[in-house]
């Protein structure tokens, strides 16, 4: 069952936390992606990742950093998390070649208060 | 600047009601454009791709067009169930694949009523 997988759903952190938000998919696709969705803007690329220990910068990268030790599993790592990093976060994964539509999990819910 | 402008913001349409969404974009290069739907709470789902100049796509009751010179698309849904109820989102993408960056619109929020 091809899906990608997001841990967890709903979280709440006080300014100054730090935080995990993790990511699995099982259709062993090379590429990953963590976006954020704010209201009235188009979802913004956080990081890219194109396969284990190889990940870039997105347009948004300030304030977090990523991990991917397994092909599976790509984290987002928010060290010190600001008020303004409230939002919605979205992994994503897709096969490095073709056309292929990324695959998006349900998304993580994050406040920061 | 934002590269994909979508219209209209919001929409409200009777259930059995058409509708038709729009997408203005200026990416370039513009290799693919997809449309996707995202349910309230809920993650993007593709709904359809359209690659080159002049293309349509029919998926069941979403029929879509894009027209590279204007660098513009349109999403038709036909005969409009509640189930329809979601944000409808643009995307256009500058390569055919996963190393080239997806620009995403902020959507078309449709509500269809009884």
């Known amino acids: 069952d091809m899906k990608v997988t997001q841990m967890p759903r709903y979280l709440i952190k006080r300014m100054g936390e730090n935080v995990l938000l993790e990511c699995g998919q099982d259709?062993?696709?090379?590429?990953m992606y963590w976006y954020r969705q704010d209201p009235g803007l188009g979802l913004q690329l956080i990081y890219i990742?194109?396969?284990?220990?190889?990940?870039s910068e997105g347009d948004i990268p300030k304030g977090y950093r990523v991990s991917r030790k397994k092909r599976e599993h790509f984290s987002l790592i928010l060290d010190s998390a600001k008020t303004n990093q409230t939002s919605v976060y979205f992994c994503?994964?897709?096969?490095?070649?073709?056309?292929?539509?990324?695959?998006f999990g349900e998304g993580t819910r994050l406040s920061v208060l | 600047k934002t590269q994909v402008e979508q219209s209209p913001q919001s929409l409200v349409v009777r259930q059995g009601e058409n509708c038709v969404l729009q997408?203005?974009?200026?990416?370039?290069?513009?290799?693919?454009l997809r449309w996707f739907k995202q349910d309230t709470g809920k993650g993007l789902v593709s709904l359809t791709v359209l690659v080159h100049e002049n293309d349509k796509t029919s998926n069941g009751r979403y029929s879509a067009t894009l027209d590279k010179d204007a660098k513009h698309s349109t999403l038709h849904i036909t005969a409009t169930l509640l189930d329809d109820t979601a944000t409808y989102i643009c995307v256009v993408g500058d390569r055919g694949s996963a190393l080239g960056r997806l620009h995403f619109g902020a959507g078309t929020q449709l509500i269809v009523i009884p």
């Open positions: 997408c203005n974009y200026s990416v370039t290069p513009d290799n693919h």
């Open positions: 990742s194109y396969d284990v220990d190889s990940n």
């Open positions: 259709m062993s696709h090379e590429t």
């Open positions: 994503a994964s897709s096969p490095q070649r073709g056309n292929q539509a990324p695959l």
